[in-house]
């Protein structure tokens, strides 16, 4: 089974609040999923979003 993070999860390891992981997910910029009402986000869609936006 595969682990999924949870946004506080997110936030600390990206050093942002919260409220930017879930406008991030809002806008389409980081890939998640819904599990009932919880957002939820693979390591690797983490992963991915960090990669693109390296300078």
Not at 29 to 49: E, G, Q
């Given at each position: 089974?595969?682990?999924?993070?949870?946004?506080r999860?997110?936030?600390?390891?990206?050093?942002?609040?919260?409220?930017?992981?879930?406008?991030?997910?809002?806008?389409?910029?980081?890939?998640?999923?819904?599990?009932?009402?919880?957002?939820?986000?693979?390591?690797?869609?983490?992963?991915?979003?960090?990669?693109?936006?390296?300078?």
């Amino acid at each position: 089974m595969r682990t999924l993070l949870s946004v506080r999860d997110v936030a600390a390891y990206l050093a942002v609040s919260t409220k930017t992981i879930y406008a991030l997910c809002a806008q389409g910029k980081l890939r998640h999923i819904r599990v009932l009402n919880a957002i939820r986000i693979a390591p690797s869609d983490v992963d991915a979003f960090v990669f693109t936006r390296r300078g």
